[in-house]
């Protein structure tokens, strides 16, 4: 579905972002990891290169709060692969005081994280928006989640370390919310703009925590990150070319 088509995927050797370079690879896709962590970033271009017997992945450091580093990144990419298909936006940097209890938030805090995420997620996307228009065509998702879409349900985190930060849910919600105003923005240059919104993603919760939220869901519950792949491959294919400013939710009915 997507021969020859060059990804960049920033946070890319994350733990959803590898599952998106492996889905990119095994759609006939060129994968781009774009990451901040050089040495992450390398083992797992490797790792999965390795284990998908591949030469359609590759590596860029990145930090997606520097206009800087967006454009040496975008640079690289034009220059190897003469073009740039499309931008995943699904890096997710924060402070080390990220995740407070609402009371326990400082206002410095609590901005220079917007900064990082949400802040990061507009200059990338404006620094690819910018080579798009120029190149005729272009294509950006973003990820966002279930919890910029509904309330938290904090009774799922009652008697657990956690918690759902009030940071991430300003973040969340303000992505659903620029896709949009992007989608519009960019109106007759041929860029179009969508949103993926994922629920929880099983990564050694507890089990009381996992209970709690399963029932919530409709069959499966908590999601694996290959749940992920094939809205994300739909919204990168041609198959959905008039898709455009749209949030596409993966949550199993969690929501409802």
């Known amino acids: 579905m ?12 994350g733990l959803i972002g590898k599952e998106f370079i492996k889905a990119i690879v095994n759609n006939n896709g060129i994968a781009i990891i774009a990451d901040i962590n050089e040495a992450i970033g390398i083992e797992a ?4 290169s390795n284990k998908l017997n591949t030469n ?4 860029i450091q990145l930090d997606i709060t520097s206009k800087e580093s967006l454009i040496k990144c975008i640079k690289y990419v034009n220059e190897k692969y003469g073009k740039i298909d499309a931008l995943v936006n ?9 995740g407070r209890n609402f009371f326990d938030v400082e206002y410095s805090d ?24 120029n190149q005729k065509y272009g294509n950006i998702i973003n990820i966002s989640s279930i919890y910029g879409v509904i309330a938290p349900r904090f009774e799922i985190y009652e008697n657990t370390a956690m918690s759902m930060p009030i940071e991430y849910a300003a973040i969340k919600a303000a992505l659903i919310h620029l896709t949009k105003y992007m989608s519009k923005y960019f109106k007759g240059m041929n860029i179009r703009v969508n949103t993926l919104s994922p629920g929880g993603i099983l990564n050694n919760q507890p089990k009381d925590f996992l209970e709690k939220y399963n029932s ?5 519950g908590m999601l694996d990150p290959s749940d992920l792949t094939g809205s994300l491959i739909f919204l990168l294919s041609d198959s959905s070319k008039y898709i455009n400013g749209q949030n596409i939710i993966i949550d199993d009915g969690w929501c409802l």
């Open 2 to 13: 997507l021969k020859d088509k060059v990804v960049v995927v920033t946070g890319g050797a």
């Open 45 to 48: 271009k490797n790792d999965l």
């Open 216 to 220: 919530y869901a409709s069959t499966k």
């Open 90 to 98: 699904n890096a997710y940097p924060r402070n080390k005081n990220y």
């Open 110 to 133: 609590f901005v220079e994280n917007i900064g990082l995420n949400l802040g990061g997620y507009f200059t990338t996307s404006q620094q690819f928006a910018h080579y798009f228009s």
């Open 56 to 59: 359609r992945i590759d590596f």
